[in-house]
């Protein structure tokens, strides 16, 4: 049976833990091995700027980053440690979650997503980097 964008990004969210931004950051802050993951298309961060010290990597390419099995040109060393833990985020959350659970589906066991994505991020008061 077909699925909506929604019915996905529901069952995502029902699957990965969502942190808030001020949970994401204080976890960010107290695990100085996490990695947070912009996984909007570049373009977009470009736009709009991205949570300092996040990388970009589209959630299309997300799981082909991660991958173990491909060849090393496609993969992104910073996503292959299963264990580290991994915050993901979008402009308003459904698509950060869909990322948290590629990731998950992919065998990592400490993954999150930051609800209400940047825009959250940024109403909270915490800092955008700029990009160019």
Not at 28 to 49: F, M, S, Y
Not at 50 to 61: A, D, E, F, T, Y
Not at 74 to 103: E, M, W
Request: charged share 25%.
């Amino acid at each position: 049976m077909a699925k909506t964008f929604m019915q996905m990004a529901s069952e995502a969210m029902a699957e990965v833990k969502a942190l808030s931004p001020g949970e994401a950051e204080r976890f960010r802050v107290n695990n100085l091995n996490t990695l947070v993951v912009d996984i909007r298309d570049a373009e977009e961060t470009h736009q709009t700027g991205i949570i300092p010290k996040s990388i970009n990597i589209s959630l299309r390419m997300l799981p082909v980053r991660a991958d173990q099995e491909l060849p090393e040109e496609f993969r992104d060393s910073r996503v292959q440690d299963r264990s580290r833990p991994v915050i993901t985020y979008c402009t308003h959350g459904p698509n950060g979650a869909r990322g948290a659970k590629y990731l998950k589906e992919m065998g990592f066991t400490d993954v999150y997503y930051i609800a209400g994505g940047l825009k959250a991020w940024e109403e909270a008061g915490l800092p955008i980097e700029r990009t160019s």
